[in-house]
Nanobody, 124 residues
Framework: QVQLVESGGGLVQAGGSLRLSCVASGRPFSTYAMGWVRQAPGKEREVVAG????????YYADSGKGRVTISRDNAKNTVYLQMDSLKPEDTAVYYC?????????????????WGQGTQVTVSS
């Protein structure tokens, strides 16, 4: 089991930046691949980015390519999502998610562990 706690959300103007953090506890963090998932109002959850357990391989959904960067610090049990050039359509609850194993997934259902989410609101 792993417990995940996100932070760093908030209200930002379009074009601004935010860095989300997710601290994990429980089983060794380096044994989990991680993902950031968002859910906008009235929409399905979407895997925005994923990172392998070593941090050596990453994935980005088309919606975030060039604007978001996922990274992790296994010594700090933390995964980050740096978001730049934010748009109003990025407004969503952002969740940190974990799956046991080497590689991330772009599929929501393959992440059994979730944080409580952090709200990101981008004003126009």
């Amino acid at each position: 089991q792993v417990q995940l706690v996100e932070s760093g959300g908030g209200l930002v103007q379009a074009g601004g930046s935010l860095r989300l953090s997710c601290v994990a506890s429980g089983r060794p963090f380096s044994t989990y691949a991680m993902g950031w998932v968002r859910q906008a109002p009235g929409k399905e959850r979407e895997v925005v980015a994923g990172i392998s357990r070593s941090g050596g391989t990453t994935y980005y959904a088309d919606s975030g390519k060039g604007r978001v960067t996922i990274s992790r610090d296994n010594a700090k049990n933390t995964v980050y999502l740096q978001m730049d050039s934010l748009k109003p359509e990025d407004t969503a609850v952002y969740y940190c998610a974990a799956r046991y194993g080497a590689m991330y997934s772009a599929q929501i259902l393959e992440y059994p562990y979730w944080g409580q989410g952090t709200q990101v609101t981008v004003s126009s």
